[in-house]
């Protein structure tokens, strides 16, 4: 059974700088990768979708990076914002996914 | 894009009771899942919900506990039956679009007493 891994589990940085998260899974032969935002109480905002053919995916200040070999991936957010405060979530899957437990990102105005 | 929404936001609802869940897309899609978010936990995957046939559980879940319907390619409910406090969770409805991105709706926050 494919199990996801989010490192680190919480991360909080000022304001502007520029952050990674990080994300790998047991299974390599993987569909599909998808990265979500959650914020409190509400449901999930997908951000970016790396299908299995592809490395990379750039959304804004947003880019994913995908490395079946390795089994990991990365989300790297760009000039961080206080709004940017949520939990990052990063999926696997075909159809139906498999997801990693997340990573709290609180951005200090 | 899939916009979807759920019906009800939130519940609390007495041990021993069922609870139906809606969940509407604005769009026709080939697939819909039913997920479950426990406190402080990640998403865990229920069933997927067949159009026109019997949902497809994951190991841990089964159809008498989480009945599921999808009558159309727009429109599903999944049903909570029996309920005990460990059934309280958010429960959540994505639906899987031609370009295999999937979408979320809100969630509907569920409390048992």
Known sequence: KQEVTQIPAALSVPEGENLVLNCSFTDSAIYNLQWFRQDPGKGLTSLLLIQSSQREQTSGRLNASLDKSSGRSTLYIAASQPGDSATYLCAVGANNLFFGTGTRLTVIP | ?113
């Open chain 2, 1 to 113: 894009s899939a916009v979807i929404s759920q019906k009800p936001s939130r519940d609390i609802c007495q041990r021993g009771t069922s609870l139906t869940i809606q969940c509407q897309v604005d769009s026709q899609v080939t697939m819909m899942f039913w997920y479950r978010q426990q406190p402080g936990q990640s998403l865990t995957l229920i069933a997927t919900a067949n159009q026109g046939s019997e949902a497809t559980y994951e190991s841990g879940f089964v159809i008498d506990k989480f009945p599921i319907s999808r009558p159309n390619l727009t429109f599903s409910t999944l049903t909570v039956s029996n309920m005990s406090p460990e059934d309280s969770s958010i429960y959540l409805c994505s639906a899987l679009d031609g370009a295999y991105e999937q979408y979320f709706g809100p969630g509907t926050r569920l409390t048992v007493t």
